[in-house]
């Protein structure tokens, strides 16, 4: 089977236990996560080929990072080494009335700081059948922007399919470009997107439109509007999510394939252990659910939604559900019952 | 007071903390526990002496398991010793949608290796008031099953009261009997079955019913077969758990003692500390309130209802619960406030 | 800008993690609290200065008391030191339908033997701006009361602000004296209370009149009957707060100016990490609002409340929230969304 | 067998971990020990029927410290109930050139205000072979002191051994009188004391004489001294400790029977692992091998110092070690390989 | 570079930490580790490829010890499944005159009811350059040892390099056959031995000879009778090592080669964190200087003492140590200094 | 008494513990420390007025910098905020042969981008007696050299005392400039230096003499030369410090102050609990000492290798040792026996 290639930036992840405040912390849980890798741990728990490609420091913690992805089988051989650092995220897990906390230390990593041409796309990818990556790469620095889109040429070129997470993060992009500036000319290569319609609209120069994700009616019309902007785009999906709580979250999904809507219904998830990388676990699970069975989208989109709701009872970033665990969950059986 | 005897395995359980799957765990919590046991606790708990009879290894693993006894005043002086093992069993504890999960590792135990005749019955249970067992006991190996029997037939001839849960776990029964091969020799015995109509047909070899417990004029009738088929029968009982997730449980009763039908008001539980052992719970507030006012069967399936629902909050097999907390519980007051 | 000082006990806590037993557990956090600290915490998270008076034993763990003041940013300079021992108190914090469990080991402590005139009130107060205690302080030893009524004929005297936590803890009170003895003369001093109408009637000797927050028209009748007996009261207020389980509450308050009612709509606050400290996590938002606009009850009392909800969600007494997240929370950003 | 009984307080021992200070600790380790009761536990440890006896508050505190008894196979039945508090002390372990740090909260325990003629001597020694008693229990308070006399009376008159560890703790002795008050009436009924000359000197009323313990000429006359005063006396011991550091202490310990000195060789002990109770661990070492084989004072000498030295290898007060683990050491198999 | 198999068991280990006695203990410190094991870790750190091959449960539990390996950089791909559990074993860490003790829970594990013929041995070991094997394969089961004689002759007809680990352990070896009646066959295949001189001769059937490891006259003499028994033996080596304590060993080595003895200075050893492990240590140092510089035996010998003085202060079984560290170490900078 | 100012950069401390290497570590110790900072912190534990000044990011993770220095009663108040984020090292504790490990991840933190002319060094010194900084602050770059450089010349003008830690550290200098372009400028302003002679040789540009510290005749000469390079010393101090393994330390210092030279014995020290800041606990004893008594230069020195031993036993980088407990070490007690 051939692999699916992953590129992005994974960070120390240093997070409280137990709600606890960060001034209150003796301890910060150590793990590792990022966007794309997230994706790439899915799809190696689904049973497919996944290879992660990145830049680490030569240091011990950047082996932590290698350490971790070959502990979830992701494969790790065309990561290039240099830079002084890995980047850091602390969390601050919230519960109810009080959201949890990010507070990033990522510039200046050794991924952000990758040099140009550092990569061998033409090697890396030879023997690939899809190539993911996600709206961060290009708002860390310029340099990853760049290595990126030459990621996303050779991909294309060799007719690999290409998925796209938008993220939007409003705090990075800090290097002095605007993401209208450098996303239209990556997202051009799209196949699949992943994001809802006004942050697509927003990174493609657009004006927001407030869409309405109930109205399946007048959504054909907004998402034919960014596959006009996008000319490879076959597939968009969102998630859907309700926050009623830190700890009480309403997950759902909507995907176009540039004929019909597909909706998949709102699951109730409480409590959430952790819902970082849950739009990474639906991201995961809609490529998986593509790869398996492209002409099924709904099943795909369920899948994903199964995905995604499982993610939010993992701690952690990635999601660590097995295949079988996915499919019970769609038979209905997410009862939570024991298993004995 | 007159004591009550439990008989059945004790297990090593290794379990996951704050819903880590296996794969994440540096430590496993280590507490002991096991379904006739938990049982004894709870009795020991509520003020009845109460001792739990089985064989353990000689080894220092045994002998924790010995001191988890003592420390919670359950008599261990009749236990025996032999065998090369403590069984385990290994919990990730779930949450909402995600169900924990059980890795049983106790095949070769001590208990499952216990050669017939190790224990004197007739010495054990010469001052006893009442035997329980489980149907977990007959299930790990014939010689257990044996065991058992010869528990059954001296409590019988000694005219002491025997209750059983028939506890099925289809991954056990793997010593090359079914369930209605050797069940129904020793369900013969009991006066109070605890369990649901299907299990106790199955395992009385009848066919499935599917019964409607909301439907208290059908029930009757069909509890009405069981008590043909166990002469000895008395009261029969079930919980009816509704399982909303794994955090969340709807917890009922039902009990017919051979005219009327009595039933609980469901409660909800949520969230789920541990739901392991709330079957045990049940039985052993079922116990507490038949020895405590027999006549009373509607009160004595509140107190079981009760025990369980409290059994949900308390880490670990067994229920910390003192006589006090379920009265106080069966007193309207369960609204969780502070105690100062 | 002139300081806020509060006046009372701060005790060793000693509390169980994971909604463990006492007898579970190998550990017990350790922690800091006391309602009249819990109040000065608030204060100074909100950026107010804050004061807190107390007497401490000269050893070890007083000094853990300080750091813990200081940390904080709590003035400790006026505190006195003497006596044999911190108050402590042990904390089993419950879950679902068993409630948190609080056992007093509080008697003999720094504060509760603090000789009369301990403290230089003229000097802790001369540039204060409010001074605050509770119903806590005189309940403990009758020194601690007349100390205490030292500081209202001092902070009276010049002119400062006083508010009063009526706090009625039954396991106290201990020395021979009932409130209704100590109380009143107490209580004629107070500007602001923050309790209940029965609490309040109880502690000035009049009997219970089973008060309908609910009903808007009746209320001020009973409100005037109290600023009746408190001839400097301006402002009464109190928490409503319904509990659905240890896990589960709903919040809310009201407040009563001797000409208008104000009431706060009711929040869900689930899950409950830790809801010790929530009514001082009102009382300091209350004096907040008010120091920060005395016009606007309304506005005071929602500060209050979000303060009190907020605080659900943090681990041990003190409230440790920022402005800024009481903030978001009042202009209805409580959804708990991850910021980053 | 007949039954051992030791009489004194039981504390909750509140400890931080890893050689924290107490400023840096967020949790305290909790156990339960006390001089008497480790030597209760010591002798359960080695198969001798023990029982300790004490007076504990009647509540989850309390409960705790049952439940600790009875893990370790101690006797609780003559135990009485009352009083307010748990005694505790606090403990910050040492390292190297930095020696543990104990803090005692231990005034006015359920032990330290037990009501004279509270426990029926006459039945809790009726089927005793031996009471050891210490000198921490009549210098917490005046009743406590009363109660010890009491115990003695009735053990000499039922022909007991009576075993005393003399145990000066100067911060102790804080109710009015002084040792050499109460001491000399409580000390002539002791068949075996345990402590060194200078502190039965002080204890007895004596000038200290600084006994010189390598002098093994001069000790026999020093110590018919003591025989003198006590007129029941028979064995007096003592542990030689050298303390080259927290860490590192050499053990060894000398023994007089009336008519000859026997001493051990002295051990190292390195590192320590927790040191409280290292004297409880020789005093039960002793009893075990007098009771073992009075005529071999040598051997139960050297016992003792076993006892004591493998004492320092276990956290907590109480010495968890078996009798084959005592006898391996005394068979010069000290060497710490693993046994496997 | 052509890759290592070994071939043997992994196990769950779980110990307790801070040298808490098993009963002491709430939770276990879990790891996977085993002989074999061990040794595939120590080369993959010195940059060897490095393939354990075994037979594992299909549980989540083996699937544990399958992520251990990948994070480890061990190859797993020839690993088999089935059977029902992994072997098991506790361990309490000791420390000074307290040795550490091991309890084993390994029968019936998945490796020791390993079907004869599970493994491709000529596919597994095609590419290979070494294969190595210890003396507890063997003793678990029939079967294994059965496997492992198929291994060693697939190995030695491909010319692959073969070393043995002796490794006896007394606790095993209960299927009914005697090391001298299974090892001779075995050992007569090996290039490198690994163990002392009375442990083979036992094993091959022979007398004890207690060798004098410090009289390098009589040493060639015993050595070469080894020699004789194995006709494929080209080195033989021995780690001396000398338990002062638990906390305390001290570690060299010797080695014969046919011609010459090598001996290295011995090391202190101190403070231990773990000493499981350090014989795989030794061995894992040994394979990567003979595969370094086949020529230097004495080279390899003082990298083998290094790996293994080094190991003793790794936690776990697996020496977690770099080329680097050892270089260092070897270089004569052992002193401890910190690096910054 | 007028304060003490200290200058630099706090870090936050990640830490694995018990031995952990990175790789094994799920939770890592966080504290926060920094060289000049713990001088701040030694200082305020003997009770001197001490402040640290520093440039913050302002963020949670700088406020949590903040709480710790406010816990530690470290004057915080002319901290200034900006910058990105609070600098970090890792720090993997080594044992025995193996050292322990330190990665920086200091770079671009709100301290390394200070603008020049952020601090009013005027305002801050106004009311100072001393001034502390080390050679860790102009090795993180030219705008923290260019400050320091400020902070030095109005010191000196206010005739404040300048006390300076050579620090040298390899792995930091990376903005461009070398130690002798940098340092001669800033130590001309020193009264007082601690360090090496041959680091001070280096800084000053000048060639090593690797100095005999044993020989207190040729040492004048040496001490000499740099008093010539440095106009304003009056005192030069040296830890003189023996590693003989991570865990055990032979420690003592030598100081000269232009007449005459003084040394300290030297200490055992072992365990080594954490050696990271005992550099800086000497530094901050030779400040309080010579504060203390200027004319007393060997109690000064005698204090100043009391704290570094003493700092060996306390986990963290900063000393939290108390007066009280340097005077017990002083006066010959410093045998770790148990205070109680």
Same mark, same amino acid.
């Given at each position: 089977?051939?692999?699916?290639?992953?590129?992005?930036?994974?960070?120390?992840?240093?997070?409280?236990?137990?709600?606890?405040?960060?001034?209150?912390?003796?301890?910060?849980?150590?793990?590792?996560?990022?966007?794309?890798? #997230?994706?790439?741990?899915? %799809?190696? &728990? @689904? *049973?497919?080929?996944?290879?992660? !490609?990145?830049?680490?420091?030569?240091?011990?913690?950047?082996?932590?990072?290698?350490?971790?992805?070959?502990?979830?089988?992701?494969?790790?051989?065309?990561?290039?080494?240099?830079?002084?650092?890995?980047?850091?995220?602390?969390?601050?897990?919230?519960?109810?009335?009080?959201?949890?906390?990010?507070?990033?230390?990522?510039?200046?990593?050794?991924?952000?700081?990758?040099?140009?041409?550092?990569?061998?796309?033409?090697?890396?990818?030879?023997?690939?059948?899809?190539?993911?990556?996600?709206?961060?790469?290009?708002?860390?620095?310029?340099?990853?922007?760049?290595?990126?889109?030459?990621?996303?040429?050779?991909?294309?070129?060799?007719?690999?399919?290409?998925?796209?997470?938008? #993220?939007?993060?409003?705090? %990075?992009? &800090? @290097? *002095?470009?605007?993401?209208?500036? !450098?996303?239209?000319?990556?997202?051009?290569?799209?196949?699949?997107?992943?994001?809802?319609?006004?942050?697509?609209?927003?990174?493609?120069?657009?004006?927001?439109?407030?869409?309405?994700?109930?109205?399946?009616?007048?959504?054909?019309?907004?998402?034919?509007?960014?596959?006009?902007?996008?000319?490879?785009?076959?597939?968009?999906?969102?998630?859907?999510?309700?926050?009623?709580?830190?700890?009480?979250?309403?997950?759902?999904?909507?995907?176009?394939?540039?004929?019909?809507?597909?909706?998949?219904?709102?699951?109730?998830?409480?409590?959430?252990?952790?819902?970082?990388?849950?739009?990474?676990?639906?991201?995961?699970?809609?490529?998986?659910?593509?790869?398996?069975?492209?002409? #099924?989208?709904?099943?795909? %989109?369920?899948?994903?939604?199964?995905?995604?709701?499982?993610?939010?009872?993992?701690?952690?970033?990635?999601?660590?559900?097995?295949?079988?665990?996915?499919?019970?969950?769609?038979?209905?059986?997410?009862?939570?019952?024991?298993?004995?």
């Amino acid at each position: 089977m051939s692999k699916i290639v992953t590129f992005g930036e994974i960070m120390l992840r240093l997070s409280t236990e137990r709600h606890l405040r960060f001034s209150q912390a003796k301890f910060f849980a150590a793990s590792y996560g990022g966007g794309e890798f #997230n994706v790439a741990v899915s %799809l190696a &728990n @689904y *049973g497919i080929p996944a290879e992660f !490609v990145t830049r680490l420091p030569n240091n011990e913690i950047g082996a932590c990072a290698i350490k971790e992805m070959r502990k979830y089988n992701v494969e790790s051989k065309n990561i290039v080494y240099g830079g002084d650092r890995l980047g850091i995220y602390y969390l601050e897990t919230g519960a109810g009335t009080r959201g949890s906390n990010v507070v990033y230390d990522r510039a200046n990593s050794a991924m952000a700081t990758i040099p140009k041409g550092s990569i061998n796309w033409e090697e890396v990818l030879k023997d690939a059948t899809w190539f993911h990556w996600s709206g961060i790469t290009p708002a860390i620095s310029e340099s990853a922007a760049l290595e990126c889109l030459e990621a996303l040429k050779v991909a294309h070129k060799l007719g690999i399919t290409i998925s796209s997470d938008l #993220n939007y993060r409003s705090k %990075l992009w &800090n @290097y *002095g470009k605007e993401p209208d500036e !450098v996303m239209p000319e990556l997202l051009k290569y799209s196949n699949i997107i992943l994001g809802d319609i006004d942050t697509a609209f927003f990174m493609l120069g657009k004006d927001k439109v407030n869409p309405n994700y109930q109205n399946e009616k007048t959504l054909p019309f907004l998402y034919d509007q960014l596959f006009k902007l996008c000319p490879n785009l076959e597939t968009i999906a969102t998630t859907l999510r309700y926050s009623v709580s830190a700890s009480h979250q309403r997950i759902g999904g909507i995907l176009y394939d540039g004929k019909s809507i597909c909706s998949a219904d709102i699951k109730e998830v409480t409590p959430v252990v952790d819902r970082v990388g849950s739009g990474d676990a639906f991201m995961g699970g809609l490529i998986y659910g593509l790869l398996n069975d492209s002409k #099924n989208k709904q099943r795909a %989109l369920n899948f994903a939604v199964a995905a995604c709701c499982l993610k939010h009872t993992i701690s952690g970033d990635i999601n660590l559900i097995s295949l079988e665990e996915i499919e019970k969950f769609l038979s209905g059986n997410a009862s939570g019952k024991v298993s004995r």
